[in-house]
């Protein structure tokens, strides 16, 4: 009987000992980070700032993937059809974490049931704007057309994104006109569209709106956050406006296919903080208009979960559906 414990006891050791080494293991091999984007967006740029940082963290080769299309489906099903061991990391804004999930009729991917949450990394409140030369060029302007009943055509890139939500927001609670929504493929038509004066506004987070500002080709006239900007500390924010409904941030975070060890997830959390708080990447994204707000991995995905909830009945009012 004794002999039998003695034995049982030691492989219990063994295996608790193979365990605990596979777990000072990790990672042995290249981690991939997939981005459902094109190269060149907001995720993008991030992600390829903090990459050989990354890698220095991780001990390994960090490889960038981009895989676009869907609606983040395509990256979101890359990763989830891989084993939850941390070797694929997937990195999204507030569409694809957020907005997506209520858009699209059949969505291959639920992020608060599918993934679980490593970082949130930036973010940057949206903001209303005007051509330079427009009927919007300033505050004032803003407020006397919204003012008197008559139409406003405000852009977007495309049904359902972030400035279409925001624009159907601020529809509900302007009384004096009617706001027309236009939408366009994209941001670059949909910004020249209100530089030209085709549309009257349009709604970008300060990263897109900053050198438009500076440039003066744009004017903006509100920030749709609680607070002021500290990159346009004089332009007022959507609540001093009276919309205090209108409130949106674009943010980027990352997540690991759920089931992930949470030892690798912490490690990866670990990595992707140090990584951001290199002095040549805070300035990097200071300059475009981003700003930090760490989460620990459970209060990312309580606040994937809050985004969830918050969007969904403002996507199912505006009656917008993607087959």
Do not use: C
């Not at 620990?296 to 087959?323: M, W």
């Amino acid at each position: 009987m004794m002999k039998s414990l003695k034995a049982l006891l030691g492989a219990v050791l063994v295996v608790a000992g193979v365990h605990a080494m596979a777990q000072t293991a990790w990672p042995s091999r290249p981690i991939s980070v997939v981005i459902p984007f094109p190269p060149g967006g907001a995720v993008d740029t991030l992600m390829r700032t903090i990459q050989p940082e990354l890698s220095t963290q991780l001990g390994q080769p960090v490889v960038i993937e981009n895989k676009p299309g869907g609606g983040a489906q395509i990256g979101a099903s890359a990763v989830l059809q891989k084993p939850a061991d941390g070797y694929q990391v997937f990195a999204g804004e507030i569409g694809a974490f957020a907005i997506n999930p209520s858009l699209y009729k059949n969505i291959a991917y639920h992020p608060d049931k599918d993934f679980a949450g490593v970082a949130m990394l930036v973010r940057t409140p949206m903001v209303m704007y005007g051509g330079a030369n427009g009927r919007m060029n300033s505050l004032k302007a803003f407020q006397q057309v919204v003012a008197t009943p008559g139409n406003v055509n405000y852009g977007s890139f495309g049904p359902g994104t972030a400035p279409h939500i925001l624009g159907h927001l601020l529809s509900r609670q302007v009384h004096g006109a009617k706001l027309t929504h236009i939408a366009y493929k994209g941001a670059p038509p949909a910004i020249q569209a209100v530089l030209s004066n085709e549309v009257d506004l349009l709604f970008d987070g300060v990263s897109g709106v900053l050198e438009l500002a500076r440039s003066g080709r744009a004017v903006p006239l509100a920030v749709a956050n609680p607070k002021r900007s500290e990159y346009f500390p004089n332009v007022p924010t959507t609540a001093e406006l009276g919309y205090p409904d209108m409130v949106m941030d674009l943010w980027i975070g990352v997540a690991v296919k759920k089931g992930t060890p949470q030892p690798i997830i912490d490690r990866l959390h670990a990595a992707f903080e140090k990584a951001m708080a290199k002095p040549e990447a805070a300035k990097r994204f200071a300059d475009l208009g981003y700003t930090r707000n760490p989460m620990t991995p459970a209060q990312f995905d309580q606040f994937i979960k809050s985004e969830l909830d918050r969007y969904r009945p403002v996507i199912a009012d505006t009656g917008v559906v993607v087959d």
